[in-house]
């Protein structure tokens, strides 16, 4: 009972306020929810503006090979287009000489002869889509040459290599370093 006229004097009292033209400003959620829609979109838009494109190589089912977009520039993001057979599963790395499996069975790699090991970056062993698949290798590497290698992952045995280019990693450009506003 004592709830019953709680709510009636709130009911009263709003109505005597709405009387007075004291109106309360409406919550519109949807519009504040369309806002926020619209500045993600803006930020996502303007993140993707500045990931490099995949390199255009065509898909071939036939013989697995890779192409990298250029200049290679460090601590961004590279670029890559992979080709092969569908279902097989390749790997994309840099600086090594190849890759073992561990007890569990996961891949590892071993690294190139002279490079220390947090120059290692590997990306991907999903199996091949439609004989093609791209993506970025980020580039947390010094200046200077460094081996990149397609390694075809079997699912016995060891990874094979089947593709290595030689890329030369440079510093970036002022407009690369500015932070977008």
Same mark, same amino acid.
């Given at each position: 009972?004592?709830?019953?006229? @709680? ?5 009263e009292k709003a109505e005597r306020a709405v009387l007075r033209g004291d109106r309360r400003p409406k919550r519109n959620v949807l519009a504040k929810v369309g806002i ?9 838009? &303007?993140?993707?503006?500045? $990931? ?6 065509? &898909? ?39 890759? *073992? ?15 220390? +090991?947090? $120059?290692?970056?590997? *990306?991907?062993?999903?199996?091949m889509t439609g004989c093609r698949r791209s993506g970025v290798l980020n580039l947390p590497v010094p200046?200077? @040459?460094?081996? *990149?290698?397609?390694? @075809? ?7 094979? @290599?089947?593709? +290595? $280019?030689?890329?030369?990693? *440079? ?11």
């Amino acid at each position: 009972m004592a709830a019953r006229r @709680e709510d009636d004097a709130a009911a009263e009292k709003a109505e005597r306020a709405v009387l007075r033209g004291d109106r309360r400003p409406k919550r519109n959620v949807l519009a504040k929810v369309g806002i926020g829609l619209v500045a993600l979109l803006a930020l996502g838009t &303007a993140a993707l503006a500045r $990931q490099p494109r995949p390199p255009a190589l065509p &898909a071939s089912c036939d013989r697995p090979s890779f192409a990298l977009a250029s200049p290679a520039k460090q601590s961004r993001p590279l670029a890559y287009t992979m080709v092969g057979p569908e279902e097989k599963r390749y790997m994309l790395a840099l600086n090594t000489s190849g890759f *073992v499996r561990d007890a569990g069975g996961a891949w590892r790699p071993v690294t190139l002869p002279g490079r220390p +090991r947090d $120059q290692v970056v590997y *990306v991907g062993d999903e199996p091949m889509t439609g004989c093609r698949r791209s993506g970025v290798l980020n580039l947390p590497v010094p200046l200077g @040459e460094h081996v *990149v290698t397609m390694y @075809e992952l079997p699912p016995t045995g060891s990874a094979v @290599e089947v593709a +290595r $280019q030689t890329v030369e990693v *440079v510093a970036p450009d002022e407009d690369d370093l500015e932070v977008p506003r």
